[in-house]
């Protein structure tokens, strides 16, 4: 084994949205290790980015609609991207409903893992010419295209160990078919029984993928907690974005907005809790964020949507509202997680409101840093509101350097280090620490 251990990260989105890929890598090439990180490319052409010493290559590894591949007589009735980002979501909808038709009718058609083939076709010689020590799946959906590289790569002479991250629990996937959870969970049970390690977010969710994988060791909980030390000062100001004054009540909720993420409860709240603002930090063109503002006109002066800001500034700008909200339904990868918008919520000292979903309520309760409420019920949402707005000091008392030390990125870097270097018998050297910043990508050559 050499000074310089090598480690391929292999996962199925654009890497830059996803703060676990990202901070796996920083962590690990600031620790002495060679990382290489391989996403799929959101144009359908290759580019490459950097963050810190670790690079990320992205690969068209799934097929992107492209306005200019649809034939011109749909491109001329389509009448831009409105109607074209319409017409793509129907054809969605239609091959849903042909799977679930099928499903229902007992018709049998073979499933396949999406993209599987295409993948490591891209993949496999830039995994040969990087030689890999370990080769890291980040979820369900790059645990079989990881699996096939590190199988070639062995077919060469080289050993490099697998390491399987279940960032998701795959029976409580909502929007997998039957069958295709059923292929899934087979891969995960035949890559994770030789697996060198598997990784999971939570104990919850250890009780379940033990059954689930058919496992006796207990995975190792490297938990999605937020970066401290490669944080960076904000360069936008949440107050400032919404124009609002210090001072003024601000709910707020960052990350990703869909039905199951309950921000419809909230935002139904808002006339109970006259004065108090609501601000989403989102993608501002997501479909569910548009029909949320739609909803409700009236409160366009009190509901605010921003954009993202880099995942290294987020809980600096987070800071100063006075509630962060996790208002989830009840689904299974609810209940056993502690997802990463709770600990970032915590690093910026932000009071916690959330629904009662198993491991959170219980974290919420058990540190006395928040309020729980009954998930989509409006009237206690506001109940819970009015306790934490009515006593911050209280809540963020619950944030001393202990408890906000255990819930930081660099303890669980710790164990994910550990675990690396214990797998692939390595020593490496670490380095001075560079800052946890993505750079710009890099189109590549065709």
Not at 218 to 232: C, F, K, M, S, Y
Not at 383 to 400: I, M, S
Request: charged share 20%; with cysteine.
């Amino acid at each position: 084994m050499s000074q310089t251990p090598k480690t391929l990260h292999i996962v199925l989105n654009g890497v830059t949205e996803d703060s676990r890929v990202l901070k796996c890598a920083w962590s690990l090439s600031n620790a002495g290790w060679d990382v290489l990180v391989i996403g799929a490319a959101p144009s359908g052409y290759s580019d490459e980015l950097t963050i810190g010493y670790a690079r990320i290559l992205r690969l068209p590894l799934k097929i992107v609609i492209k306005k200019e591949n649809i034939p011109g007589i749909l491109r001329w009735l389509t009448k831009g991207e409105t109607m074209l980002w319409f017409v793509t979501g129907v054809l969605r909808r239609l091959r849903k409903y042909r799977r679930k038709v099928t499903e229902k009718l007992g018709i049998k058609s073979e499933v396949v893992v999406p993209n599987l083939n295409r993948a490591v076709k891209l993949i496999t010689p830039v995994a040969l010419g990087f030689a890999p020590d370990v080769v890291h799946a980040h979820d369900y959906t790059a645990l079989p295209i990881a699996g096939a590289i590190v199988e070639a790569l062995r077919r060469t002479g080289l050993s490099p160990q697998l390491v399987y991250d279940a960032h998701e629990y795959v029976p409580g996937v909502a929007h997998l078919t039957k069958p295709m959870a059923a292929l899934y969970t087979k891969i995960e049970r035949k890559y994770s029984s030789g697996a060198a390690a598997v990784l999971s977010v939570s104990e919850p969710m250890n009780e379940l993928l033990m059954e689930q994988l058919k496992v006796t060791k207990r995975p190792t909980i490297v938990a999605n907690d937020p970066l401290v030390e490669g944080q960076q000062p904000s360069l936008r100001h949440l107050r400032n974005d919404i124009g609002i004054t210090d001072g003024v009540p601000l709910m707020v909720y960052s990350g990703a907005v869909a039905p199951q993420r309950g921000i419809q409860t909230a935002l139904a709240a808002l006339p109970q809790l006259e004065g108090v603002h609501l601000a989403l930090i989102a993608n501002p063109k997501n479909k569910s964020v548009m029909d949320l503002v739609a909803s409700a006109p009236e409160l366009s002066d009190r509901f605010h949507v921003v954009p993202y800001v880099p995942n290294s500034e987020l809980v600096s700008y987070l800071s100063t509202a006075d509630i962060g909200l996790i208002p989830i339904l009840h689904r299974l990868n609810h209940e056993i997680s502690l997802i990463t918008k709770f600990g970032e919520y915590m690093q910026a000292l932000l009071p916690i409101l959330v629904s009662d979903v198993k491991t959170m309520a219980a974290e919420v309760r058990k540190l006395g840093n928040g309020e729980v409420f009954i998930a989509e019920d409006v009237n206690d949402f506001v109940r819970a509101a009015k306790l934490v707005l009515g006593d911050l000091a209280k809540y963020r008392a619950a944030y001393t350097d202990e408890v906000l030390s255990e819930r930081s990125w660099e303890r669980q870097a710790e164990i994910l280090l550990h675990t690396y270097n214990r797998i692939a018998s390595a020593t490496p050297t670490s380095r001075m620490h560079m800052p946890f910043v993505v750079s710009e990508a890099t189109l590549l050559e065709e």
